[in-house]
């Protein structure tokens, strides 16, 4: 697969990227729902190696020739995922709601907003990043969130979202860094549970992440974390 694409900060990326047969069909083989599509991401070998490959592609300017500074990388991550087509699941496969894995989004060259924040959250969590990474629920929308202590410190100013540990990236708009869409945050999952608000959930009349199951598991983690 050969992707190329423009930076936020205007950079012009090429990375060549294969990716087996075997592995896209075996990774379409899985059925995930948010919470299994969310783990499985961040431990994506594809994931990793992308990342892998990303501090090694060429970039232009000065950096095209030397180690790539964590800002340059974090950059190069969210344009790739940005350049991928937003798609449906309606349109692109016909169907209400299906999860990709981070192969499928990859070789499909598009996804919905699940699929890319899945994207980013797997690339940002790998060794060539390290970051402390979640998803941030909306009502009919999903984000990426990465804990503030793990940007680069260009970034430290950054809002960060309910909860106060992490920040957001959208991964289907070029908003800057701590930006999105003025929805209310109805939830944030990195490791467990970091914030969820119940009010707002109810508020929002609607079914939440379309699985009673997934949020009840959200819910009971909830419980369960000290106050």
């Avoid at 994207?119 to 998803?135: D, H, I, K, N």
Wanted: proline share 6%; aromatic share 8%; with cysteine.
């Amino acid at each position: 697969m050969t992707y190329e694409w423009t930076d936020p900060s205007g950079r012009e990326w090429h990375l060549e990227f294969p990716i087996e047969r075997s592995a896209y069909r075996e990774a379409a083989d899985e059925a995930h729902g948010y919470l299994s599509g969310f783990k499985a991401a961040k431990a994506s070998a594809h994931a990793e190696r992308l990342t892998e490959a990303l501090a090694n592609a060429s970039a232009t300017g000065k950096y095209t020739r030397r180690p790539l500074p964590e800002s340059v990388l974090l950059d190069g991550a969210i344009g790739l995922v940005h350049s991928l087509e937003y798609a449906t699941d309606a349109e692109s496969i016909g169907a209400p709601d299906y999860i990709r894995t981070v192969e499928e989004t990859l070789v499909d060259g598009c996804g919905d907003c699940e699929d890319l924040t899945y994207l980013l959250v797997g690339m940002l969590s790998q060794p060539a990043f390290g970051y402390r990474t979640a998803m941030v629920i909306l009502p009919g929308h999903m984000l990426a969130g990465v804990h503030r202590d793990d940007l680069p410190a260009a970034y430290a100013d950054a809002p960060t979202l309910p909860g106060g540990t992490h920040v957001a990236i959208e991964c289907t708009t070029s908003r800057p860094i701590g930006e999105f869409k003025d929805e209310p945050v109805l939830a944030v999952y990195g490791d467990g549970v970091e914030y969820i608000d119940r009010s707002a959930i109810t508020d929002t009349g609607e079914e939440f992440l379309q699985d009673p199951t997934q949020f009840q598991t959200i819910a009971d983690a909830s419980a369960k974390r000290p106050q």
